[in-house]
């Protein structure tokens, strides 16, 4: 890059330059070139969720801009294609539904953040509207309202429960109700629908699950009516405070709170029941300093951080650290304590686990000091806290980490993990595919994809017995 195009990109909102920077267009170009050998047995589709405003689109945050998926399909050991298409939402095509005030048009969503499947629908995620249901080739079918039952919002982080097939959710709003816990049965139907008292508007990004309960997280980032008009309304309050709650997953949705030290969670990585009756949550902690110099530079009022990838451009020159909360039902009290001080997000799991005991996450890493030079992606045995690292080089940022188990697998972490990586710089990107038995090994395989992936959110490896391709 010459120094005047560096001195253009340094003038630049991060949100529309370097690894973030959207791609103009939709494509598809099949028969990927692969570093490597593709395990025989994935066969399936990656795809992966993330903004990508429209040409000549500045959303005014990274958060918010249409959503675009990107996808590469996987058979008998090749890279069949690669596409992406972008989430045709209301908001997208200019169809807005003012309504009369007492009612939003919750279709006028990006649709930007995850995309799941579930009772073999495929479903684009945004925690501020309906989802959008897309077809297996990525075409947009429209809002999905469960026959018109959903009214609000629907998390971007909805959790199966891998012995019921239920899906757990939940939807937030700036006025009453504030949050609402909602629940699929494995047929994809609405079975239910209750309203969660909380006091006041928070921004609740994530959510856990536990076999006989739910885990809420109310925390100090708000609601602030003197920012609407700007992308995303939220502000860190240190008058709000901040507390865990647990609520039973089935009868009367009283809730236990408990007081925990000021912070943010964006990503959870599990919850558990422990042989002492106890529940264990791992999530991802950011502190009032981090969360706010991130946010602020998120939303426009930085410039692009060259030497940054994508925990270092959200969170500065602080760390979101994996912290443990351990809440004891019988005494009524919480305990905190880091699991370790690198700076990780994206925490992600073996899903046949979630709500269950798990020994292994997975997680992202940005070094941002000079002892570390590059992007990781770090496996952490839960029991000890020892996280095994795999260096991804200097100058390349790593997506979320998707595990997808091996079949017939006979441990935890048999399997593999699924990430598109691509250089800080902005010059293209790869879908690497790692062993999750050993992270210190070279990738399984590289497939190298033909454009540039902007950095995104969240993804899914879905098998094609899913969808019945």
């Known amino acids: ?82 596409r992406n298409r972008w989430v045709r939402t209301n908001l997208l095509e200019g169809r807005f539904e003012a309504g009369d005030g007492a009612a939003l048009d919750r279709s006028v969503t990006p649709a930007n953040t995850h995309i799941i499947e579930h009772s073999g629908h495929l479903l684009a995620l ?12 990525l075409d947009t079918e429209g809002p999905r309202a469960f026959d018109g039952r959903l009214t609000n919002g629907m ?35 609405l079975v239910r629908s209750q309203v969660v008292d909380v006091p006041s508007a928070t921004m609740m990004h994530d959510f856990a699950i536990t076999e006989n309960h739910v885990i809420w997280l109310d925390l100090p980032v708000t609601f602030d009516l003197d920012l609407v008009g700007r992308a995303l309304p939220y502000r860190w309050n240190d008058d709000y405070g901040a507390r865990l709650g647990v609520m039973a997953r089935d009868g009367e949705p009283a809730v236990r709170w408990f007081d925990i030290d000021p912070c943010y969670v964006f990503h959870v990585g ?20 981090t969360f706010r110099s991130g946010w602020s530079r998120l939303g426009g009022d930085g410039r692009a951080r060259r030497e940054g990838g ?3 451009e959200l969170s500065g020159t602080g760390r979101s650290t994996l912290h443990r909360w351990t809440f004891d039902l019988a005494s009524g009290s919480v305990r905190e304590q880091a699991i370790d001080d690198r700076g990780v997000e994206f925490p992600t799991l073996n899903e046949n686990h979630v709500g269950r005991d798990n020994r292994y996450l997975y997680t992202v890493a940005e070094q941002l000091d000079d002892s570390n030079t590059g992007a990781a992606v770090v496996k952490y045995d839960t029991a000890t806290g020892i996280g095994e690292t795999h260096d991804l080089g ?60 902007p950095t995104g959110f969240h993804g899914s490896w879905i098998p094609d017995a899913e969808l019945d391709a």
């Open 155 to 189: 998390t971007a982080h909805p959790k199966e429960d891998p012995d019921t097939g239920e899906l757990h959710f939940f939807g937030y709003g700036f006025r009453p109700p504030y949050l609402t816990y909602h629940r699929l049965s494995p047929a994809g139907e």
């Open 310 to 312: 994508l925990a270092g």
């Open 1 to 82: 890059m010459t120094e005047v195009a560096e001195e253009a990109s340094s003038a630049s909102p991060v949100h529309l330059v370097g690894h973030l920077e959207p791609v103009p267009d939709e494509i598809e170009v099949h028969d990927l070139p692969v570093t490597g050998a593709l395990p025989q047995e994935l066969t399936g589709r990656y795809l992966r969720n993330g903004p990508n405003p429209l040409p000549g689109e500045n959303p005014g945050h990274w958060f918010a801009g249409h959503g675009m998926v990107h996808g590469i399909r996987i058979r008998d050991g090749r890279a069949e294609w690669y």
């Open 394 to 453: 200097a100058g390349r940022t790593a997506g979320e980490a998707v595990f997808v188990p091996a079949a017939g697998a006979r441990n935890e972490d048999d399997g593999w993990l699924l990430s598109i990586v691509s250089d800080r710089s902005g010059k293209g990107s790869d879908l690497v595919v790692l062993d999750a038995t050993d992270l210190t090994a070279a990738p399984v395989a590289t497939v190298h994809l033909p454009r540039r992936v």
């Open 126 to 137: 945004c925690e501020g509207g309906l989802p959008y249901e897309l077809t297996a080739d």
């Open 270 to 289: 599990n919850a558990r029941e422990d042989a002492a009756g106890r529940i264990v949550l791992d999530a991802v902690r950011w502190d009032r300093d």
